[in-house]
Protein backbone atom coordinates (compact mmCIF):
# COMPACT_ATOMS: atom_id res chain seq x y z
CA UNK A 1 0.00 0.00 0.00
CA UNK A 2 1.14 3.57 -0.34
CA UNK A 3 0.03 4.82 2.19
CA UNK A 4 -1.50 7.93 2.15
CA UNK A 5 -0.23 11.01 -0.20
CA UNK A 6 -0.29 14.27 0.07
CA UNK A 7 0.67 17.07 -2.72
CA UNK A 8 2.36 19.48 -2.66
CA UNK A 9 4.96 18.66 -0.27
CA UNK A 10 6.17 22.55 -0.01
CA UNK A 11 4.08 25.37 -0.83
CA UNK A 12 5.55 29.08 -0.91
CA UNK A 13 2.33 31.67 -1.91
CA UNK A 14 1.95 35.52 -1.33
CA UNK A 15 -0.29 36.63 1.11
CA UNK A 16 -3.88 36.98 -0.34
CA UNK A 17 -3.17 34.09 -2.21
CA UNK A 18 -5.48 30.77 -2.84
CA UNK A 19 -3.79 27.50 -1.84
CA UNK A 20 -5.03 24.26 -2.30
CA UNK A 21 -3.60 21.39 -0.52
CA UNK A 22 -4.75 17.34 -1.63
CA UNK A 23 -5.02 14.39 -0.20
CA UNK A 24 -5.31 10.80 -1.31
CA UNK A 25 -6.18 8.52 1.81
CA UNK A 26 -5.13 4.55 2.17
CA UNK A 27 -7.68 2.84 0.11
CA UNK A 28 -10.24 1.22 2.41
CA UNK A 29 -10.20 3.60 5.06
CA UNK A 30 -13.56 5.85 5.35
CA UNK A 31 -12.33 8.52 7.80
CA UNK A 32 -9.88 11.14 6.71
CA UNK A 33 -8.44 13.87 8.76
CA UNK A 34 -6.96 17.24 8.72
CA UNK A 35 -4.29 18.36 11.03
CA UNK A 36 -1.99 21.44 11.40
CA UNK A 37 1.35 21.55 13.11
CA UNK A 38 2.80 24.61 14.03
CA UNK A 39 5.27 25.64 16.86
CA UNK A 40 3.61 27.80 19.11
CA UNK A 41 0.23 25.31 19.07
CA UNK A 42 1.58 21.97 18.13
CA UNK A 43 -0.70 19.87 16.19
CA UNK A 44 -4.30 20.59 16.02
CA UNK A 45 -6.99 18.18 14.37
CA UNK A 46 -9.08 21.03 11.65
CA UNK A 47 -12.06 18.60 10.49
CA UNK A 48 -12.17 15.26 9.68
CA UNK A 49 -15.06 12.76 7.33
CA UNK A 50 -16.30 9.94 7.53
CA UNK A 51 -17.64 8.05 4.24
CA UNK A 52 -16.66 11.47 2.47
CA UNK A 53 -19.23 13.16 4.79
CA UNK A 54 -17.58 16.33 6.66
CA UNK A 55 -18.61 15.11 10.60
CA UNK A 56 -16.89 17.63 12.77
CA UNK A 57 -15.19 21.17 11.70
CA UNK A 58 -15.20 22.81 14.90
CA UNK A 59 -10.91 22.94 14.56
CA UNK A 60 -11.15 25.19 11.13
CA UNK A 61 -10.04 28.33 12.22
CA UNK A 62 -12.48 30.58 10.32
CA UNK A 63 -14.18 31.01 7.27
CA UNK A 64 -10.98 31.36 4.62
CA UNK A 65 -10.82 27.37 5.34
CA UNK A 66 -12.91 24.87 3.28
CA UNK A 67 -12.52 21.54 3.22
CA UNK A 68 -14.40 19.13 0.72
CA UNK A 69 -13.92 15.34 -0.01
CA UNK A 70 -16.02 14.68 -3.14
CA UNK A 71 -15.22 10.96 -3.05
CA UNK A 72 -13.67 8.13 -1.17
CA UNK A 73 -10.29 8.62 -2.18
CA UNK A 74 -9.47 12.38 -2.54
CA UNK A 75 -9.88 15.47 -0.24
CA UNK A 76 -9.04 19.37 -0.62
CA UNK A 77 -8.08 21.59 1.86
CA UNK A 78 -8.37 25.07 0.60
CA UNK A 79 -7.15 28.49 2.25
CA UNK A 80 -8.45 31.45 0.20
CA UNK A 81 -7.21 34.33 1.22
CA UNK A 82 -3.87 33.03 2.79
CA UNK A 83 -2.23 34.73 5.54
CA UNK A 84 0.91 34.52 6.63
CA UNK A 85 -0.11 33.11 10.04
CA UNK A 86 -1.56 29.48 7.80
CA UNK A 87 2.45 28.92 7.44
CA UNK A 88 2.14 25.34 8.76
CA UNK A 89 2.55 21.79 8.23
CA UNK A 90 -0.66 20.36 7.12
CA UNK A 91 -1.12 16.30 7.97
CA UNK A 92 -3.45 14.44 6.22
CA UNK A 93 -4.62 11.15 8.14
CA UNK A 94 -6.72 8.39 7.50
CA UNK A 95 -8.45 4.88 9.55
CA UNK A 96 -10.64 2.70 8.86
CA UNK A 97 -12.62 3.71 11.71
CA UNK A 98 -13.35 6.43 14.40
CA UNK A 99 -12.34 6.00 18.22
CA UNK A 100 -9.27 4.45 19.79
CA UNK A 101 -9.62 1.20 18.43
CA UNK A 102 -8.33 2.69 15.23
CA UNK A 103 -5.07 3.43 13.64
CA UNK A 104 -4.73 6.84 11.97
CA UNK A 105 -1.74 6.79 9.03
CA UNK A 106 -0.47 10.40 8.19
CA UNK A 107 0.57 11.38 5.06
CA UNK A 108 3.98 13.38 4.82
CA UNK A 109 2.58 16.78 4.92
CA UNK A 110 2.77 20.04 3.02
CA UNK A 111 4.97 22.77 4.41
CA UNK A 112 3.03 25.47 3.76
CA UNK A 113 4.60 29.31 3.63
CA UNK A 114 2.55 32.51 3.20
CA UNK A 115 5.22 35.37 3.04
CA UNK B 1 -11.35 21.27 28.86
CA UNK B 2 -9.44 18.12 28.13
CA UNK B 3 -5.31 18.78 27.34
CA UNK B 4 -2.74 16.99 27.26
CA UNK B 5 0.58 17.96 28.70
CA UNK B 6 4.08 17.39 27.35
CA UNK B 7 6.45 19.24 29.92
CA UNK B 8 9.81 18.77 28.20
CA UNK B 9 9.95 20.54 24.87
CA UNK B 10 13.62 19.47 24.30
CA UNK B 11 15.69 16.63 25.73
CA UNK B 12 19.45 15.97 24.80
CA UNK B 13 20.94 13.04 25.69
CA UNK B 14 24.00 11.02 24.40
CA UNK B 15 23.31 7.40 22.83
CA UNK B 16 22.96 4.66 25.42
CA UNK B 17 21.41 6.92 28.18
CA UNK B 18 17.99 6.15 29.47
CA UNK B 19 14.74 8.17 28.29
CA UNK B 20 11.86 9.12 29.93
CA UNK B 21 9.20 11.52 28.06
CA UNK B 22 6.54 12.84 30.54
CA UNK B 23 2.87 12.87 29.67
CA UNK B 24 0.17 14.01 31.46
CA UNK B 25 -3.42 14.27 30.69
CA UNK B 26 -6.45 16.09 32.05
CA UNK B 27 -9.90 13.40 32.08
CA UNK B 28 -11.50 11.52 34.79
CA UNK B 29 -12.77 9.23 32.20
CA UNK B 30 -11.55 5.70 30.57
CA UNK B 31 -8.81 6.84 28.36
CA UNK B 32 -6.89 5.92 25.24
CA UNK B 33 -3.13 6.45 25.26
CA UNK B 34 -0.99 7.33 22.18
CA UNK B 35 2.94 8.22 21.55
CA UNK B 36 3.62 8.53 17.83
CA UNK B 37 6.83 9.74 16.63
CA UNK B 38 7.85 12.08 14.01
CA UNK B 39 11.42 11.45 12.69
CA UNK B 40 13.40 14.69 11.20
CA UNK B 41 11.12 15.39 7.58
CA UNK B 42 8.88 12.19 8.18
CA UNK B 43 5.28 12.06 9.31
CA UNK B 44 3.91 10.62 12.23
CA UNK B 45 4.48 6.98 13.03
CA UNK B 46 2.77 5.05 16.06
CA UNK B 47 5.23 4.01 18.64
CA UNK B 48 3.11 2.16 20.95
CA UNK B 49 -0.70 2.41 22.33
CA UNK B 50 -2.83 1.40 25.67
CA UNK B 51 -6.54 0.56 25.66
CA UNK B 52 -6.52 -1.96 28.65
CA UNK B 53 -5.23 -4.56 30.34
CA UNK B 54 -1.55 -4.83 31.36
CA UNK B 55 -0.53 -0.34 31.82
CA UNK B 56 3.13 -1.17 31.10
CA UNK B 57 3.03 -1.42 27.59
CA UNK B 58 5.96 -2.26 25.14
CA UNK B 59 6.19 -0.86 21.60
CA UNK B 60 8.38 -0.80 18.48
CA UNK B 61 12.38 -0.53 18.49
CA UNK B 62 12.41 -1.22 22.25
CA UNK B 63 10.09 1.40 23.33
CA UNK B 64 7.71 1.36 26.34
CA UNK B 65 5.31 3.46 28.09
CA UNK B 66 3.35 3.13 32.13
CA UNK B 67 -0.15 4.19 32.09
CA UNK B 68 -0.19 5.28 35.48
CA UNK B 69 -4.23 6.23 36.52
CA UNK B 70 -3.56 7.95 39.68
CA UNK B 71 -1.14 9.95 38.38
CA UNK B 72 -2.84 10.47 34.89
CA UNK B 73 0.45 10.01 33.36
CA UNK B 74 1.61 8.01 30.56
CA UNK B 75 5.44 8.47 30.42
CA UNK B 76 7.75 7.20 27.62
CA UNK B 77 10.69 5.09 27.99
CA UNK B 78 13.91 3.86 26.64
CA UNK B 79 16.65 1.85 28.96
CA UNK B 80 19.58 3.15 26.16
CA UNK B 81 18.83 5.39 23.25
CA UNK B 82 20.55 5.51 19.70
CA UNK B 83 20.99 8.27 17.74
CA UNK B 84 18.25 7.28 15.36
CA UNK B 85 16.11 7.98 18.04
CA UNK B 86 16.25 11.48 17.10
CA UNK B 87 13.21 12.93 16.38
CA UNK B 88 9.64 14.45 18.05
CA UNK B 89 7.30 12.33 20.21
CA UNK B 90 3.92 13.26 20.67
CA UNK B 91 1.87 11.62 23.10
CA UNK B 92 -2.18 11.51 22.24
CA UNK B 93 -5.02 10.53 24.21
CA UNK B 94 -8.66 10.00 23.21
CA UNK B 95 -10.92 10.05 26.01
CA UNK B 96 -14.01 7.93 26.52
CA UNK B 97 -15.30 5.16 24.22
CA UNK B 98 -17.49 6.99 22.55
CA UNK B 99 -16.85 6.78 18.56
CA UNK B 100 -17.24 10.81 18.41
CA UNK B 101 -13.91 10.91 20.72
CA UNK B 102 -11.07 12.78 18.95
CA UNK B 103 -7.49 12.31 19.22
CA UNK B 104 -6.25 15.12 21.20
CA UNK B 105 -2.54 15.75 20.86
CA UNK B 106 0.20 17.18 23.41
CA UNK B 107 2.70 19.66 21.86
CA UNK B 108 5.13 17.24 21.49
CA UNK B 109 8.75 16.98 23.06
CA UNK B 110 12.03 17.07 20.70
CA UNK B 111 14.28 14.46 21.46
CA UNK B 112 18.41 14.77 20.17
CA UNK B 113 21.00 12.24 20.46
CA UNK B 114 24.45 13.30 20.46
CA UNK B 115 26.31 10.43 18.93
Known amino acids: DAGVIQSPRHEVTEMGQEVTLRCKPI?????LFWYRQTMMRGLELLIY????????DSGMPEDRFSAKMPNASFSTLKIQPSEPRDSAVYFC?????????????FGPGTRLTVT | AQSVSQHNHHVILSEAASLELGCNYS??????LFWYVQYPGQHLQLLLK??????LVKGIKGFEAEFIKSKFSFNLRKPSVQWSDTAEYFC?????????????FGSGTRLSIRP
Open chain 1, 27 to 31: SGHDY
Open chain 1, 49 to 56: FNNNVPID
Open chain 1, 93 to 105: ASSRGQGAKYEQY
Open chain 2, 50 to 55: YFSGDP
Open chain 2, 92 to 104: AVIPGYSSASKII
Open chain 2, 27 to 32: YGGTVN
